[in-house]
Nanobody, 127 residues
Framework: QVQLVESGGGLVQAGGSLRLSCAAS????????MGWFRQAPGKEREFVSS????????YYADSVKGRFTISRDNAKNTVYLQMNSLKPEDTAVYSC????????????????????WGLGTQVTVSS
């Protein structure tokens, strides 16, 4: 079992920045692919970004490319999402997820590629 706890959400003005963290339990964190997803009210869950087991490979949704950066610290069992140049359309609940496969694939751009989920943290961007 893996437990994931997100933090770092909040209210920020458009153009501002936030850094989300996701702390994972368990000794095998370094073997998981990690992902970030978001869900806005009335919308479906949306893939944001993913990172492979070592941090050497990353993937981003087009909507956040160039603005968001995913990273991980395996010594701290933590994955991060640095969000810059935030827009009102980035407003959503952001959740992290862990996948048992260490490697990125088309599957890890979708929710079905992940086995464990956190409860999420709210990000609100005001205009």
């Amino acid at each position: 079992q893996v437990q994931l706890v997100e933090s770092g959400g909040g209210l920020v003005q458009a153009g501002g920045s936030l850094r989300l963290s996701c702390a994972a339990s368990g000794r095998t964190f370094s073997t998981y692919t990690m992902g970030w997803f978001r869900q806005a009210p009335g919308k479906e869950r949306e893939f944001v970004s993913s990172i492979n087991w070592s941090g050497g490979s990353t993937y981003y949704a087009d909507s956040v490319k160039g603005r968001f950066t995913i990273s991980r610290d395996n010594a701290k069992n933590t994955v991060y999402l640095q969000m810059n140049s935030l827009k009102p359309e980035d407003t959503a609940v952001y959740s992290c997820a862990a996948g048992l496969s260490p490697f990125l694939s088309t599957r890890t751009r979708e929710a079905r590629g992940y086995d464990y989920w956190g409860l999420g943290t709210q990000v609100t961007v005001s205009s």
